[in-house]
């Protein structure tokens, strides 16, 4: 189900949601539901704050499980389709923002793209995170977040 | 004394980056392997791996040696040494309160005999 594809600087990853496209969408782009499923295993998303617009502001928080260690990152939408295409840039930041530099280990500005197409009711996604090189562990944490989003999905389709 | 300067120069210049901090606020919260510490990052495996190199030179970390699953963990006692280093400036403050308490104190009887 997920394929985590082989290019030089980039994670791409493939996958398809037992979920129409409008919900895989809504779980992109409005910041309540994306708290519920970004970030790896057991991480949480204490603040989530997107201005839904090309060039409108995102400003995310990941915590780790007990919330010792807080990473905050920023970006801008830069590509905004709905529901068939999602783009935005992402930085390293401080709570306010503020973009740091991580000292070469990582680029200072990477780009997230998200495109979906539905097929028979389900939903195939492919996201690929520009600037992080393909074998680093962040895919795996990528994976985990997808993880939970399909557990997410499937909780709030029974919901219904 | 010499030692402990230099104990002093490893360990702050391991916390003097922003990643490695992080890293060491993570495994406050217990063991993790390289690759877990890394998920989060979105980083390169050499680039964490780096870090982690730091932090156990200066023996902020310790990383196991089974071959396989080499989970990292804290030793805090270097920070324990940044703690010491950093109270013997503790009285300055103390010193500058109390200093502080007289003025404050000083200006309400001013106000007192003003009145």
């Known amino acids: 189900m997920s394929d985590a594809r082989v290019s030089e600087n980039a994670i791409v990853i493939e996958r398809t949601f037992d979920a129409p496209v409008n919900l895989v969408w809504q779980l ?18 204490p603040v989530a ?22 990473m905050w990152t920023t970006g801008e939408f830069t590509e905004i389709n709905p529901t068939s295409r999602l783009a935005y840039t992402e930085s390293m930041s401080d709570e ?26 389900r939903t195939k996604m492919t996201m690929t995170h520009e600037g992080v090189p393909a074998d680093s ?24 | 004394m010499e030692r402990d300067d230099k104990r002093l120069d490893l360990t702050f210049a391991a916390l003097a980056n ?30 964490i791996s780096k870090h982690i190199k730091v932090l156990e030179r200066a023996g902020l970390i310790i990383q196991g040696q089974k071959a396989q699953y080499r989970p990292c963990t804290i030793d805090v006692a270097p920070l324990k040494e940044v703690s010491d280093w950093t109270q013997q400036y503790r009285h300055i403050w103390e010193e500058r309160f109390d200093k502080m308490d007289n003025y404050l104190n000083q200006l309400q009887n001013e106000e007192q005999d003003n009145e």
């Open chain 1, 49 to 70: 704050e997107m201005d839904l617009q090309v060039g409108g502001k995102r400003l995310i928080c990941m915590a780790s499980p007990d919330g010792k260690m807080k």
């Open chain 2, 18 to 47: 922003s990643t490695r901090r992080k890293i060491l606020a993570r495994l406050a919260e217990g063991e993790a392997t390289v690759n877990e510490l890394a998920e989060p990052f979105k980083m390169s495996l050499p680039a």
């Open chain 1, 96 to 121: 306010n923002g503020n973009i740091m530099d991580m000292g070469g280990d990582y680029p200072t500005t990477t780009t997230v793209i998200v495109e979906l197409t539905e097929e028979d009711g």
């Open chain 1, 137 to 160: 562990p962040g895919a795996s944490g990528w994976n985990q977040a997808f993880e939970k989003l399909a557990e997410y999905a499937g909780t709030l389709q029974n919901n219904e």
């Open chain 1, 28 to 45: 992109w782009t409005d910041p309540e539901h994306f708290k519920q499923w970004y970030g790896p295993t057991g991480f949480t998303i």
